[in-house]
């Protein structure tokens, strides 16, 4: 069965650091994207960034650019989202998701179907 | 920027209606864009992808339409286990990606 499973989050004062960990079994991990998706309490989804298989392509919400940083390591099935200069509106429950996947040249898109169960972050002082 | 808009932001519905929910994009995407439902305590669960192809183990009552600019999810008898939150979201060209703000499927 395809899995995905976050880790990492926690209690953290504002400007602070945290690093989650999402870790994928069941799929082949190496030609997968995978987002990370956030939901604050009480509010709705947003995406917050993505990395291609291979690390080549990293994207970023306008709202982290600068702040967090997603990477990867294939040989561990697990990515990664360091998260640097936490501010309280960075509250959130934060969930992994595969995203695009890679044929050869080919670049398949099916939406987000696989999530995990979801971290949750809290920046207060 | 693109922005997807979902309408209404809630729905009073009985079991067994027909349920229509509604997302409009600030500019085309195609029919790049995914439905996802959001129960209770959940984490969100993929339902239509490509505008209109259902996700692997949706049930046929789940259909999606439209293209470019409007988009519709239709549930064609609600049952109990469909009363959720309902998001659109885009992934048209390449990130950054948006999600519609939701729309709650209540019981009436």
């Known amino acids: 069965e395809a899995q995905l499973l976050e880790s990492g989050g926690g209690l953290v004062q504002p400007g602070g650091s945290l690093r989650l960990s999402c870790a994928a079994s069941g799929f082949t991990f190496s030609t997968s994207a995978i987002s990370w998706v956030r939901q604050a309490p009480g509010k709705g989804l947003q995406w917050v960034s993505v990395i291609s298989g291979n690390s080549g392509r990293t994207y970023y919400a306008d709202s982290v650019k600068g702040r967090f940083t997603i990477s990867r390591d294939n040989s561990k099935n697990t990515v990664f989202l360091q998260m640097n200069s936490l501010r309280d509106e960075d509250t959130a429950i934060y969930y992994c998701?595969?995203?695009?996947?890679?044929?050869?040249?080919?670049?398949?898109?099916?939406?987000?179907?696989?999530w995990g169960q979801g971290t949750t972050v809290t920046v207060s002082s | 920027e693109m922005v997807l808009t979902q309408s209404p932001a809630t729905l009073s519905v009985s079991p067994g209606e027909r349920v229509t929910l509604s997302c409009r994009a600030s500019?085309?995407?195609?029919?790049?864009l995914a439905w996802y439902q959001q129960r209770p305590g959940q984490s969100p669960r993929l339902l239509i992808y490509g505008a209109s192809t259902r996700a692997t183990g949706i049930p046929a009552r789940f259909s999606g339409s439209g293209s470019g600019t409007d988009f519709t999810l239709t549930i064609s008898s609600l049952q109990s286990e469909d009363f959720a939150v309902y998001y659109c979201q885009q992934y048209n060209n390449r990130p950054p990606w948006t999600f519609g703000q939701g729309t709650k499927v209540e019981i009436k």
């Open positions: 500019q085309s995407v195609g029919s790049n």
């Open positions: 998701a595969r995203d695009w996947r890679v044929r050869g040249v080919i670049i398949d898109y099916f939406g987000m179907d696989i």
